[in-house]
């Protein structure tokens, strides 16, 4: 097959332990995830979930004992980190149970939504798409995928993230108001879910600006961390 032009390389993840590399689908974000996020944001109660994308070329990629770049964006004053456990899909399928969900489920990651917060603030005042504000180049850092039979209890997971040392977000996976299972059971009813698929599964409270110079690091305790310099 010939194309006009040559496609783009498959966007891909390391895993830790083999060689091989986890080829990305898509991305799904899951909105006010954590309970004090939600209250952050303006928010109270267990309200359904609600999902948004991002471009899988929207991925920073760094790999395990390194620091990766993050560049600052265009467009915005007030770029926001949200660190967040990653669920990477090995089994497509829909209207999965919950019950069901863990077995579609290949490993888990440290990610970031990064945020631009100003753009996603005023697009909300005006009714409409908030994709500016959150689906721009390099929106999604990411780390290592770990294979779930070698990450734990993931569900009960302390996460953390600090930036230049100093504590900004540390609360639990098990916090989540939609866990891992029932995020799953409602995504696969509005998508067909695919391999390949990354899940950003909310960020919890401790939300906040940072500027070039910055180092933000962040984990999710047995899938190691995620380091990265803003430039």
Not at 2 to 29: E, L, T
Not at 64 to 78: D, H, I
């Amino acid at each position: 097959m010939s194309y006009v032009f040559s496609p783009a390389p498959v966007v891909s993840v390391p895993v830790v332990g083999i060689a091989d590399r986890f080829p990305v689908h898509r991305i799904y974000c899951v909105g006010r995830n954590y309970e004090e996020h939600a209250k952050e944001m303006g928010f109270t109660g267990r309200e359904p979930p609600f999902f948004f994308m991002k471009p899988a070329d929207a991925l920073v990629v760094v790999n395990a004992g390194e620091t990766g770049q993050l560049p600052y964006p265009s467009l915005t004053a007030n770029l926001h980190h949200e660190i967040e456990l990653v669920v990477a899909i090995g089994k497509g399928g829909k209207n999965i149970a919950a019950a069901d969900a863990f077995a579609h489920i290949y490993g888990y990651a440290v990610g970031l939504d990064m945020t631009r917060r100003d753009l996603q603030g005023e697009m909300k005042k005006q009714g409409r798409p908030w994709c500016i504000g959150k689906g721009f180049d390099a929106s999604a850092p990411i780390g290592p995928i770990t294979p779930a039979a070698q990450a734990g209890d993931v569900g009960k997971a302390a996460i953390w993230l600090q930036v230049n040392g100093a504590d900004r977000q540390r609360s639990n996976v098990s916090h989540l108001i939609w866990n891992i299972a029932e995020t799953i059971e409602h995504l696969s009813a509005a998508w067909e879910l695919q391999p390949g698929d990354l899940i950003y599964t909310g960020t919890p409270e401790g939300v906040g600006a940072v500027v070039r110079g910055d180092t933000l690091d962040g984990g999710v305790d047995g899938l190691g961390s995620l380091r990265l310099t803003v430039v």
